[in-house]
């Protein structure tokens, strides 16, 4: 703490993201990154960038990238803005649709994000409790005053909720936004995007971070009615005109040209859950059925925070939040075959006693 120090500042509390270790040797499965690398079109895209026009600012409209991210969701440019990261699309998000004295709502379990960035803004919120299976219940979030932000699927719960329980939350506030922030939705069923021509408060929230294994690169997007991306573009334009730079304007844009690459590997990490998912009940965990890149696990015979040490000793990292009523449970983003491999003849063994 600081004289100097804005109120803004004094009233921060910031978000605390998942160990980065250098350590090459380590199986880093703690913050849902993709095993796999990007499209071999990124590198390539890259690298043409570099050859050209890096002296000269990027454009500040990315028109280009919202072309194929409309076209890859089939709604138009106008519905599509891009951020640095969904994390600043969400930041944003809060500056555009929130008001300091209206209390915005979500869920009690969720990304750990949301209260940073409310604070942050002065927006007050109310927390809803999730049911005792984590599933969320829909009509505590209806009417909220100041609107109302959550993932589906949800983090770090990895529960997916159907379209007709994210389109009832939608009609149930129809004065204020919905923002349904969809990092995982790739490895789920069905995206709310087919929701926006018909509701025009719904802000649906993606990544290139997880499903397109661009997570270094922080392009994130918002897909909306034009007014709502038109509030997002003001906000940005009254910030920071040039958000994503050259190289990540490009690689995204190839990155999302490469639908077959995108399909395959998506495909190979929603095998790998479920073959985890079995391998780790077998073990006696219980596996909350995920739609994610990721499994929430527990077992009754070991403390999550026990069995997240041992790992981490072993050369493992997972993620374990220090939360009330999910502190038994810890959090493995799905890796390769061999990783997943790995971790669970480690987990036999530290079950087994042998360590
Ligand atoms: N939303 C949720 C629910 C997340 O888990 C994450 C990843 N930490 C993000 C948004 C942010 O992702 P990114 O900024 O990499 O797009």
């Not at 949800?154 to 969809?182: F, G, K, Q, R």
């Not at 034009?226 to 490009?250: C, H, Q, V, W």
């Amino acid at each position: 703490m600081s004289k100097f120090w804005s109120e803004m500042v004094k009233r921060t509390e910031p978000y605390v993201p998942g160990e980065q270790l250098n350590d090459r040797d380590i199986i880093k499965l703690n913050t849902n990154e993709n095993p796999y690398p990007p499209s071999p079109l990124v590198k390539e895209a890259i690298l043409k960038q570099l050859e050209g026009q890096l002296r000269l600012y990027p454009s500040p409209t990315v028109d280009e990238l919202r072309r194929v991210i409309a076209e890859t969701n089939g709604i138009s440019a106008e519905q599509v803005f891009v951020g640095n990261g969904s994390d600043e699309v969400l930041a944003f998000s809060f500056m555009a649709f929130f008001n300091p004295g209206k209390p915005i709502r979500f869920p009690a379990i969720t990304y750990s994000f949301y209260p940073v960035y409310a604070k942050l803004f002065n927006i007050p919120y109310e927390t809803i409790e999730v049911n005792e299976d984590f599933t969320l219940p829909a009509k505590p979030f209806f009417g909220a005053d100041g609107g109302v932000i959550l993932p589906n699927p949800n983090a770090p719960t990895s529960l997916y909720m159907d379209l007709s329980w994210v389109e009832s939350v939608v009609v149930n506030n129809p004065d204020t936004v919905v923002i349904i922030d969809e990092a995982y939705i790739d490895f789920a069923p069905e995206s709310a995007v087919q929701l926006v021509k018909s509701h025009e408060n719904l802000l649906v929230v993606q990544t290139t971070s997880k499903s397109r294994s661009l997570a270094g690169m922080r392009v994130g997007y918002a897909i909306g009615h034009p007014a709502l991306i038109e509030a997002l573009i003001r906000i940005k334009d009254s910030f920071n005109s040039y958000t994503i730079d050259r190289l990540a304007i490009a690689g995204a844009t190839a990155a999302f040209k490469d639908q077959k690459y995108f399909d395959e590997t998506v495909l190979k990490i929603k095998e790998t859950r479920e073959r985890l998912t079995e391998a780790l009940k077998e073990l006696g965990f219980n596996v909350l059925p995920s739609q994610t890149n990721f499994v929430f696990a527990s077992h009754s015979n070991m403390r999550a925070v026990d069995l997240y040490t041992k790992l981490k000793d072993e050369g493992i990292l997972v993620r374990h939040f220090n939360q009330s009523g999910i502190d038994n449970y810890f959090r493995i983003t799905i890796g390769t075959d061999e990783q997943m491999d790995s971790l669970l003849k480690k987990l036999e063994w530290i079950l087994a006693g042998e360590n």
